[in-house]
């Protein structure tokens, strides 16, 4: 997770006409196509997109995954990343918690009339950095221009298709009484290092969104545990006391965690403190939440612990028959406490 | 990590807890002032925890929650006006006013702005010369020189677009409202840490004298709320009825008297609408004459129907410590975060809405 991707600058910008992204680049003619040659084609290429068709056609093998998600942020650049990466490693981490190899991702861009070419630019590096470490490949895409003012600079919406590991039996119908909840990371990190920077809100920290696809790492783990990995889920909007209350609805099994035993960078908990938030339901990108049978939770943490993406991983609790549908929280001091679904967004606190 | 790991020992807690249960012989009823104190005795279970003769109840200090809904439609009257950027700290927006919230009014397109700061408010009027900036000044004694501060700020700067909506309330008046009601039930008060440390500890020597109530100022920490809690419940098993300093860390006798000076310079004491409980007299404060100015009230010539509580709302009564959430019909039911009848069930400080988030485990 140390590993953090940095613009390359062994992508210099081409030389676009204009300055800002324009209507006429979402209009289908000629700012259109040049945008897409230098900014798209050239960049990503590879033997499906090269064929500038309208879908990509290819073959797969196995059982497959199809996930798609829409990257919203703002600000788009924030410590740690950009909406590029995000856009990347949050469909290919979609795929990796069903236990599949992100193979192909759809890239849709809609973006605000207006959006500085520089920046625009920067985030296509950052998402063709991103698909080499996830070894995945952009085969389709499309880009729309809105109007000033009908947008937020950019939106991008990437889908994906994955192959399903054949060990891997992931679905909350497996997950058992008695299993162990391990979280792979410090928790929080992300929604903290974007809100530093929102107006109203801004404070000095060095905190870095956790943004990194986890597919190599999860599938690793799928490949050994196999059956007993009974579920994954990654706790990004909402954080982890959203995933664990909507396995806990659906599973009506008691999600009992420790407190003490989740893993928090002392920065990012002081961070919360300050903003009045609940470091429960901080946004996280780079981290999953695993459900492993008890018998293997130790061996399956100390691998997950020599994985760059799973150092501070933990075992945070269990699961009980008692209960049942509820998240229960053991606090430092040892009193216990029902952890509820967040409703609507967490507002800062008056004092 | 200094002042997030000390005031939350396991150990230090256990040795408080083992005393609250060796002393207490009786039962005793203690409010919490500070919904920060609700909170964090609610989120760190330690309700749970307590001797079952000593009832925690859950008093009015959240500023949120004893926001009156004519305020809230006085905001939303404001944040809808032409060139106003409205400002509010993060947990006004979600509370009902007569008929929409500010987070309603601000997905309908008004500009409403979350700050941590009445001073980003006066930099963002500095900023926008073309537009209003009000300020939602709500909060207790704690957040009132700040509020000041920003008209004083503002005046220095010969701002004329800056102005403050003040919905200020004073905690003494409060514990004294609920002393003097014909059903009170509580035995002494966790006063709040945060208001004595602008404020001080003499003014609540009158109360603790005239109502016999022994009154504690306590933290918000696990380890603060045990130990306040402890020397409430000493106190009482003796008979005494001092005003004590738990919270030695902040607060001194005599208070900030910067900050008092500040809040005396800006505002002037007045009677003050509670939600749920009525008016109150000399229970807030109001921007006063010689900064009527930055009063959004004037400027903005705010004259709206004064609106009627929810009556299915029994925010009174929880806030006064004669019910708990629980016993109100609505709640979880008509009456949920997602949906608040009342402000209690809004903010993160509200008594019902820490029922609703950390409550309703089975013991096993």
Known sequence: MDEKITVQMSCPMPKFDFDVITLGHGSGGLLTHRLLQSGVFNLFSNDLLDQQHDGASFELNGKIAFSTDSYVISPIFFPGGNIGDVAVNGTVNDLAMCGAEAKYLSLGFIVEEGFAMNEFWKVLVSIKTAAEKANVKIVTGDTKVVEKGKGDKLFINTSGIGIVHTNAFIHHRNIEAGDAIIISGNIAAHGIAIMSLREGLTFETSIQSDTTNLNHTVLALVSKYGKDIRFLRDPTRGGLASVLNEVAELTQLGFHIDQKLIPVQEQVESACEMLGLDPLYVANEGLFVAIVKKESA??????????????????????????????????????RRVVNYLTGEQLPRIC | MKYLSEYRDPEMVEAFLKEIHHITTRPWTLMEICGGQTHSLVKNGILNMLPANITMVHGPGCPVCVTSVSVIDEAIFLAEQPHVIFCSFGDMLRVPGSKKSLLECKASGADIRILYSPLEAVQLAKNNPDKQIVFFAV??????????????????????????????????????????????????????GHVCTI???EEYEPVAEKYKCPIVITGFEPVDLLQGILMAVKQLEKG??????????YVQREGN?????????????NDRVWRGIGTIPNSGYEVNEQYKNYNARIKF?????????????????????????KQCPNFGAKCKPEHPLGAPMVSSEGACAAYYQYAGINHV
């Open chain 2, 199 to 201: 404020m001080g500890m």
């Open chain 2, 301 to 325: 010539n705010i004259d709206i129907e004064k609106a009627m509580e929810n009556k299915d709302c029994i925010s009174g009564d929880i806030m006064k410590g004669l019910k708990k959430p």
């Open chain 1, 298 to 335: 130790g061996a399956f943490l100390n691998d997950l612990q020599k994985d760059c993406n799973g150092i501070h991983a933990a075992i945070i609790g269990e699961v009980l028959a008692d209960n049942g549908g509820k998240v229960i929280l053991k606090s430092r001091i040892g009193g």
């Open chain 2, 139 to 192: 909060g207790f004694e704690t957040t009132a020189p700040s509020n000041a501060l920003s008209v004083v700020q503002a005046a220095k700067l010969e701002l004329n677009n800056y102005s403050i909506l003040a919905s200020h309330v004073l905690v003494p008046p409060a514990m004294e409202a609920i002393l003097s009601d014909t059903n009170n039930t509580i035995n002494a008060f966790l006063a709040a």
């Open chain 2, 240 to 249: 005494e009825h001092k005003v004590e300093n738990q919270y030695t860390r």
């Open chain 2, 257 to 269: 008297r910067m900050a008092v000076d500040i809040i005396n310079s800006v505002f002037a004491v």
